[in-house]
T-cell receptor
Framework: DTEVTQTPKHLVMGMTNKKSLKCEQH?????MYWYKQKAKKPPELMFV???????INESVPSRFSPECPNSSLLNLHLHALQPEDSALYLC??????????????FGPGTRLTVL | GEDVEQSLFLSVREGDSSVINCTYT??????LYWYKQEPGAGLQLLTY?????DMKQDQRLTVLLNKKDKHLSLRIADTQTGDSAIYFC?????????FGAGTQVVVTP
């Protein structure tokens, strides 16, 4: 199984809502990532988890809260988002984070629209 | 400025070869990657090259690396309509990925 799955595929939420994005992989990877991607732009790294611990937070606003319940799951909790947070949110995983070869496997993404 | 640069657009006729170029600045990069993204989808790894290699061939794909000039290219032979997508080059060096801006490839019949 070389797949990273993400749910939901699409999400529309108001600025006062609380929602969560979910990501799952069963490749035994120890590093998991959240990226934000705006249209026609490259993915921007948000968070890196390594061995279930948060290793990198790229100065992401606190309205985004990541969680790694176990080595296969990664969540992104959303609260009080702004319309400019509308984007494609991509999850990825890799064997480990600090190794020299760091092939990242990407999920299909969640298309988020904030009204 | 960006650490990884790519031209933004490439138009190619079906059956021709496509060449997508990328330059990077981090000389400590150990691996360089090419990812493909189709509309509405995630990123799919196409190929990668280790920094001590000059060339790697994988079916229709050829990667050339000029480490002195920090220049990476991806050649797609016999380009098909299914190759229409955005192609990202990326470098990694003991940690985070740095993606280029992406090259949109449009294949015309």
């Amino acid at each position: 199984d070389t797949e990273v799955t993400q749910t939901p595929k699409h999400l529309v939420m108001g600025m006062t809502n609380k929602k969560s994005l979910k990501c799952e992989q069963h490749m035994g990877h120890r590093a998991m990532y959240w990226y934000k991607q705006k249209a026609k732009k490259p993915p921007e790294l948000m968070f890196v988890y390594s061995y279930e611990k948060l290793s990198i937070n790229e100065s992401v606003p606190s309205r985004f809260s990541p969680e790694c319940p176990n080595s296969s799951l990664l969540n992104l909790h959303l609260h009080a988002l702004q319309p400019e947070d509308s984007a494609l949110y991509l999850c990825a995983s890799s064997q480990d984070w600090e190794g020299s070869y760091n092939e990242q496997f990407f999920g299909p993404g969640t298309r988020l629209t904030v009204l | 400025g960006e650490d990884v640069e790519q031209s933004l657009f490439l138009s190619v006729r079906e059956g021709d070869s496509s060449v997508i170029n990328c330059t990077y600045t981090d000389s400590s990069s150990t691996y360089l990657y090419w990812y493909k993204q189709e509309p509405g989808a995630g990123l799919q790894l196409l190929t990668y090259i280790f920094s001590n290699m000059d060339m790697k061939q994988d079916q229709r794909l050829t990667v050339l690396l000029n480490k002195k000039d920090k220049h990476l290219s991806l050649r797609i032979a016999d380009t098909q309509t299914g190759d229409s997508a955005i192609y990202f080059c990326a470098e990694s060096s003991w940690g985070k990925f740095q993606f280029g801006a992406g090259t949109q490839v449009v294949v015309t019949p």
